[in-house]
């Protein structure tokens, strides 16, 4: 990029770079935050000359600062953000320039301190559903404590009952919360029936009811502090917005997320616990056979160590003489190494951990 700029003869040179990548179906279902980290990630991987000799600044509407220094972040993001905490990269939100000229200007002046306001600790969220003739979308918005929001527009394809729907935007906002981390959440919504079931104020006899209030009751687990209150619909006008662009399949405005449902969360939330299956026989006739119980625990104390093959390899060079299983332990070993007789696998962030057995993980 060349531009004029005052103080110099001549016009400065400024390199632009445009960096894109096509996304994987499996990076396509990452949560929208995570999609705007890991393009941070994918950045600092291309142009890592300037990453490393520059402090950056990055500019985004998103709380990413929040994101990438959340203490409890798990999984890929911490991945991300151990590999970038050695660079220095501040965060700031977009301004507008003749805005801030006058607030600088200001603060230059102003001869009395103004007392700094306290930001709230918690998170902030409002949801809302909206069912129509032609189909049913939800709207969530989350409000960090320093004032940062992320709007979500719910697009629902499937037969629900409006207060199914209101249930759908309550799921998934708690869902997004526990994937930034949030600790404690402030929730308003103007549904009455959502608000007094999941608040014990109400008797619940719709079964499906039941199952949504469930699902709630065990997604409070993942907060240290959760309260959910009733508003009017005119406060609560963002999500109701938001709600019925989505039931109207209206084109989604700038800096909203748009997540299509094609099922209830109820039956495919990855927060919620699997309920423990059977163990042992279904036939009580079976049960009073005590040989053959004994006999599958002595052949599991037998079984030999997974490591093993691993080991042969990377010491020994031998490999089994299936042609299928030898290839397949070729092609597994390489993230594995030896430390004296131990085996040991190398992370993502290049930490080598002990292999263990099943018995020593118990």
Request: proline fraction near 6%; glycine fraction near 6%.
């Amino acid at each position: 990029m060349e531009r004029e700029e005052q103080g110099k003869a001549f016009k400065l040179r400024r390199p632009v770079y445009y960096i894109s990548e096509v996304l994987t179906p499996s990076k396509k279902r990452y949560p929208h935050y995570q999609k705007l980290v890991y393009g941070i990630y994918l950045t600092a991987k291309k142009v890592a000359h300037y990453f490393q000799e520059h402090s950056v600044i990055v500019i985004s509407d998103a709380p990413l600062s929040e994101n990438m220094n959340n203490r409890d972040a798990i999984g890929r993001v911490a991945k991300w953000d151990i590999e970038l905490l050695p660079l220095d990269i501040k965060f700031e939100s977009k301004k507008a320039i003749k805005s801030q000229a006058l607030v600088d200007f200001l603060a230059e002046w102003m001869e009395q301190e103004q007392p700094v306001p306290r930001l709230p600790e918690h998170w902030t969220m409002f949801f809302d559903g909206s069912k129509m003739l032609h189909g049913s979308g939800a709207g969530v918005v989350l409000v960090s404590p320093k004032g940062g929001q992320l709007s979500y527009v719910l697009q629902i394809h499937f037969d629900s009952s409006n207060n199914e729907v209101e249930y759908e935007a309550l799921l998934y906002g708690l869902r997004m919360a526990i994937s930034l981390g949030t600790r404690r959440l402030m929730i308003y919504g103007d549904s009455d029936l959502v608000v007094n079931q999941v608040m014990k104020e109400w008797d619940i006899r719709s079964t499906a009811m039941i199952g949504y209030c469930n699902v709630v009751r065990k997604l409070e687990k993942h907060f240290e502090g959760l309260e959910l209150h009733h508003v009017p619909r005119l406060k609560n006008q963002a999500a109701d917005d938001l709600a019925k662009i989505g039931s109207t399949q209206k084109a989604v405005p700038k800096n909203v997320f748009l997540e299509h449902l094609h099922s209830p969360m109820i039956k495919e939330d990855p927060f919620v616990d699997e309920p423990p299956q059977p163990v042992g026989p279904s036939d009580t006739n079976e049960v009073d056979i005590p040989a053959v119980i004994d006999l599958v625990q002595e052949i599991l104390v037998i079984t030999s160590e997974w490591t093993e093959p691993y080991l042969a390899y990377l010491l020994m060079q031998e490999l089994p003489e299936d042609e299928a299983e030898a290839s397949q332990i070729v092609h597994r070993s390489k993230p594995f190494t030896v430390m004296g007789d131990q085996l040991y696998k190398k992370n993502t962030t290049g930490v080598a951990q002990r292999c263990i057995s099943p018995k020593e993980g118990q």
